[in-house]
């Protein structure tokens, strides 16, 4: 790794040096360049350290522009599905969006910060979108709770949510059922359900709408043109919702 990155240094070096004087570039052989190169890395090597941390904040500011710009090309998938559960106030001045997925550690460690971020926040809008990337049981966990949006309503659907959330240890299909049937709710009516097109659309979708935003892992957040990505704690996420407020 460090040897690659030397080279790409001796290349800059050669580049800088053969693009600036035509007439020098003729009397130095690319040897003399690498080594005037190499002395002067060993004599300061602290410009390795520099230039590559240079490099990643380029590159991290490059990604949140590209994050920033995507985002604001997908407004109406992020904020105005009608497919999605939504937390708190849903006529609230700040939206929080957040990709979780039901078998996902961190995101039932971030559960209770949402839940007093609702609490504490009376004009907090939160929209929970199911982004089941840990396996076949989360994939059937989300057919789940989307069918029971579907079948049985907003307010249903809301303490579904945080029930099969607070559930400990692998969550499928079956498990996530059960929890229906405890609710009272129509078994059969929700399986059927789960195998319509129109569920795997969504699922489809909200898929391919992380992929758009760069997003790798459960929980993600969204607030404003910002993305916060792991169980960061409730400060950080109030701290940014109050920021777009601000704006």
């Known amino acids: 790794m460090k040897a690659a990155r030397i080279g790409r240094l001796r290349w800059f070096a050669i580049a800088v040096l053969t693009t600036a004087s035509p007439a020098y570039a003729q009397s130095i052989d690319r040897a003399e360049v ?18 590559l941390t240079e490099l990643e904040k380029r590159n991290q500011t490059a990604q949140a522009e590209a994050r ?10 992020l904020l105005r599905s009608s497919d999605d559960v939504i937390l708190g106030n849903p006529d609230g001045d700040a939206t929080l969006v957040e990709f979780f997925d039901f078998n996902c550690g961190y995101c039932k460690r971030a559960a209770p910060d949402v839940k007093a971020l609702v609490a504490e926040d009376p004009k907090l809008r939160i ?23 579907r079948v049985a309503g907003d307010a249903v659907a809301r303490d579904f949510h945080v029930r099969l959330m607070e559930m400990q240890g692998q969550i499928n299909a079956s498990r996530a059922l059960d929890l229906t ?67």
């Open 68 to 77: 920033s710009q995507a985002i604001a090309t997908a407004t109406d998938a």
């Open 127 to 149: 929209v929970l979108k199911d982004f089941p990337i840990l396996g076949p049981g989360s994939v059937e966990a989300a057919k789940v709770a989307l069918s029971v949006k």
């Open 181 to 247: 049937e405890e609710m009272g709710l129509d078994r059969k009516k929700l399986s059927e359900e789960m195998a319509t097109p129109a569920v795997e659309a969504i699922i489809a979708a909200n898929l391919a709408l992380a992929q758009r935003l760069g997003l790798t892992g459960t929980p993600s957040f969204v607030v404003g043109d910002q993305i916060i990505e792991g169980a960061v704690g409730k400060e950080p996420l109030a701290d940014a919702i109050e920021a777009v407020r601000q704006k």
């Open 34 to 51: 690498e080594k005037i190169v190499r002395e002067y890395i060993m004599q300061n090597p602290e410009i390795i350290e520099e230039a």
